[in-house]
Nanobody, 120 residues
Framework: QVQLVESGGGLVQPGGSLRLSCAASGNALSIDVMTWYRQAPGKQRELVAIINSGGSPTYADSVKGRFTISRDNAKNSVYLQMNNLKPEDTAVYYC??????????????WGQGTQVTVSS
């Protein structure tokens, strides 16, 4: 079984930075796309950034130039460096990944979420 474990959320002032991490634990053989989503109170979950197995990133327009997604395949991990944070970035951030295990060729997994609050 695979679990995605997120860390790095917290409270930060506008203009500040945070770095989120997500690691796949368990018997993951390979990971395809790795993605960060977020969900603000009363809003739908939205895609923030995605990185494919080759390391090519794609960003939502709202975070371009401020957020950077990266991955470490040796550690089965994905990261989200968030700079110049704004109050509208406040949300629960979720990690999502397509993972290959010995028992299941490919399956999607979600992390438990980590709260990011941007406030003065």
């Amino acid at each position: 079984q695979v679990q995605l474990v997120e860390s790095g959320g917290g409270l930060v002032q506008p203009g500040g930075s945070l770095r989120l991490s997500c690691a796949a634990s368990g018997n993951a053989l390979s990971i395809d796309v790795m993605t960060w989503y977020r969900q603000a109170p009363g809003k739908q979950r939205e895609l923030v950034a995605i990185i494919n197995s080759g390391g090519s990133p794609t960003y939502a327009d709202s975070v371009k130039g401020r957020f950077t997604i990266s991955r470490d395949n040796a550690k089965n991990s994905v990261y989200l460096q968030m700079n110049n944070l704004k109050p509208e970035d406040t949300a629960v951030y979720y990690c999502y990944a397509i993972v290959q295990t010995p028992a299941i060729p490919w399956r999607a997994y979600w992390g438990q979420g980590t709260q990011v609050t941007v406030s003065s």
